[in-house]
Nanobody
Framework: QVQPVESGGDLVQPGGSLRLSCLAS????????MTWYRQAPGKQRELVAS???????NYADSVKGRFAISRDTAKNTVYLQMNSLKPEDTAVYFC?????????????WGQGTQVTVSS
């Protein structure tokens, strides 16, 4: 069973940086499409950044130029480097893994990690 586990959330001042990590278990990490989502209080969950199994990346307009997604296949881990953080980046950040085997789609969510940007 694939179970993503996020870490790295913290309280940080505006303008600061954080790096989130998501460890996704399973021997098929190399075929997972990995996505970071976030959900702020009272708001819907939104896509932040994604990286396909072949390395294609996609970012929300609100984080372009500030956030960067990367993956280390040897460590089964995807990262989200967040720079120039703003109060509006405050949210619970979730990791999502998606993959396909024999034309059947599978996915798994992590439990989330809290990021708070405040002075």
């Amino acid at each position: 069973q694939v179970q993503p586990v996020e870490s790295g959330g913290d309280l940080v001042q505006p303008g600061g940086s954080l790096r989130l990590s998501c460890l996704a278990s399973g021997s098929l990490f190399r075929i997972y499409d990995m996505t970071w989502y976030r959900q702020a209080p009272g708001k819907q969950r939104e896509l932040v950044a994604s990286m396909s199994s072949v390395g294609t990346t996609n970012y929300a307009d609100s984080v372009k130029g500030r956030f960067a997604i990367s993956r280390d296949t040897a460590k089964n881990t995807v990262y989200l480097q967040m720079n120039s953080l703003k109060p509006e980046d405050t949210a619970v950040y979730f990791c999502h893994a998606k993959w396909r085997i024999f034309q059947r789609d599978y996915d798994a969510w992590g439990q989330g990690t809290q990021v708070t940007v405040s002075s």
